[in-house]
């Protein structure tokens, strides 16, 4: 089988976990690698367009011209791990919000403003701001904005440096000062506690959770967003709150950095679903 996996980040072929995952797969597929990171939607179509239709690709992209490349690759008959309209609502923080209200699943309360200034300006809905909030980038990337505002003065100098990001508000959840963090690889969950980046000289450090340590509330969270955003692979931010669990992220396709034997059930979940396509295909 032909695996072709989109990236935009040319160490991702190095990664800890995603390159072992390769290294296996390609011992008995034949793998290739398609780095948009330079290129412009048409050119990253035009650049497939010269290659066979792989029949498994791997989104591993947020960038708008993977994201793009995706769609276009489904509208003629790709199959892709996570599909693009997945990936899309993960990327997207006010399509998630929407998501997560659609499947009652607990989460802030959020707001979508065209841009930081357009809500730094609108002194009607600066008003009507709940202090404190989280603001974030509408669309996740690398080294997007996510900050906690406790006053329209931190908000107005925030608006200096980010004033044309378009952004989403949330309502700010007190915590119990950990983040909880939940990866999914199939049917497969795995999770780690980590402080809470909003404090001060927070560690970075994963505390990993035993797998049978996972409280099933969690489990059964995490599953239910897979089923509503119709996600395989997917990182999940829970905050623990007095009210139970929220919701604060959802991540398609991570590296699983960190994330014990990622490599072995990345493999897995691929292998499956390839098995899948080539019963499909004689069925036909």
Not at 21 to 49: K, N, P, Q
Not at 55 to 81: I, P, R, T, W
Not at 167 to 195: M, P, Y
Request: glycine share 4%; aromatic share 6%.
């Amino acid at each position: 089988m032909n695996i072709c996996l989109i990236m935009d980040n040319p160490e991702t072929s190095k990664h800890p976990v995603i390159s072992l995952a390769l290294r296996h797969l390609a011992a008995t597929h034949t793998v290739r690698l398609l780095d948009v990171r330079t290129l412009t939607e048409t050119e990253a179509i035009d650049l497939e367009r010269t290659h066979a239709q792989a029949d498994l690709y791997l989104l591993k992209s947020h960038a708008s011209q993977a994201l793009d490349l995706a769609h276009f690759l489904e509208q003629h008959g790709a199959v892709l791990l996570n599909n693009w309209a997945a990936s899309l609502a993960c990327q997207d923080r006010v399509l998630m919000a929407q998501r997560l209200r659609d499947a009652k699943l607990p989460s802030p309360q959020t707001w979508h403003f065209t841009t930081l200034t357009q809500l730094a300006t609108d002194h009607h809905k600066l008003a009507s701001l709940p202090f404190p909030c989280i603001v974030k980038s509408q669309y996740s990337h690398r080294g997007d904005l996510v900050a906690k505002i406790d006053t329209n003065i931190q908000l107005q100098a925030l608006a200096q440096t980010w004033g044309q990001e378009p952004v989403v508000i949330q309502a700010f959840i007190a915590g119990d000062s950990w983040d909880t963090k939940i990866w999914v690889i199939g049917e497969q969950v795995f999770a780690a506690r980590r402080r809470t980046p909003l404090e001060a000289n927070a560690s970075k450090e994963d505390v990993t959770i035993a797998s049978h340590d996972i409280p099933k509330q969690w489990s059964d969270m995490v599953q239910a967003i897979g089923r509503a955003f119709d996600l395989r692979l997917y990182g999940v931010d829970l905050l623990l709150t007095e009210h139970g669990p929220m919701i604060v992220d959802i991540n398609s396709f991570p590296g699983f950095r960190g994330v014990p034997n990622a490599d072995t059930a990345l493999v897995t979940l691929i292998e499956d679903e390839i098995t899948k396509l080539k019963s499909a295909k004689q069925e036909i």
